[in-house]
């Protein structure tokens, strides 16, 4: 258990609160539904004491993204024997919100949007795998006719536990490929929870009928994950008291 949690998740799970929602049902069209995105997010931005806000479609330790496999110009893979790489729809400021490194190259931003060229962001693994010994800012992977253009290469994030193992990743911004879920990491200044209700007022300003269907953080997100190996120690200490207990009483009889 002591090594497991010392494993590192590529974030920082202290100082975040998380907020999840969805997209009002009436917002159809693909513009409207963008604006109003970015609006709770900036109005949340604006907000005292917080540092940074980032959103995604699928948050560190709770699932995968879309099993997504790309093509690597200048290879010759078929569709069936190409790598797996797990994308995830991102908004800029995520990883800073998260708290992950960036290894090398840039954040996305919000002029990387519907009419710019695409671009990904990778993980260490992918990179790793896909391009070893070599710089991959700057590499291609193509999907379909579309190609995308690698812009930065971030931290391992551990999407499904601390006892799982890393996989290729890569994060696309979901200005250009957009998902209608939003769960948002709030970086804070202090304690993250004391903030909730500021944020709650920050996002029903917009829309006071939108759902928020929780409001936790980061911390107790990453603790979660590790709930099970936590009882499995806690009772495994407690019965080695109760023996040591008796052994001694016996001793001592």
Request: charged residues 20%.
């Amino acid at each position: 258990f002591a090594r497991l949690t010392a494993v590192d998740p590529g974030f920082t799970a202290g100082n975040a609160l998380v907020v999840m929602m969805g997209m009002p049902e009436r917002l159809t069209e693909p513009d409207a539904r963008l604006n109003y995105y970015e609006g709770v997010l900036d109005n949340i931005r604006r907000l005292p004491g917080i540092l940074a806000v980032g959103s995604a479609r699928d948050l560190p330790m709770r699932a995968n993204g879309e099993g997504w496999r790309p093509e690597i110009p200048g290879r010759s893979i078929p569709p069936e024997d190409r790598m797996t790489i797990q994308t995830h729809h991102v908004s800029a400021d995520y990883f800073k919100a998260l708290g992950t490194r960036f290894l090398s190259g840039r954040d996305f931003a919000l002029s990387d949007n519907a009419n710019a060229p695409l671009v990904v962001i990778v993980n260490e693994e992918t990179a790793r795998r896909i391009w070893p010994g070599e710089e991959a800012v700057g590499k291609a992977l193509r999907l379909g006719q579309s190609e995308i253009r690698v812009i930065g290469v971030v931290d391992n994030i551990r999407q499904r536990g601390y006892a799982e193992p890393i996989e290729p990743s890569m994060y696309v911004h979901a200005h250009q490929i957009f998902r209608s879920r939003m769960s948002m990491v709030i970086r804070t200044a202090g304690e993250p929870l004391r903030y909730a209700n500021a944020v709650r007022n920050a996002i029903w300003s917009l829309d006071p009928n939108q759902t928020i269907t929780n409001v936790t953080t980061l911390e107790s997100i990453a603790g979660s994950s590790v709930a099970r190996p936590r009882l499995l120690a806690w009772l495994l200490g407690l019965f080695g008291l109760v023996g040591l207990t008796l052994g001694a009483l016996g001793i001592f009889g």
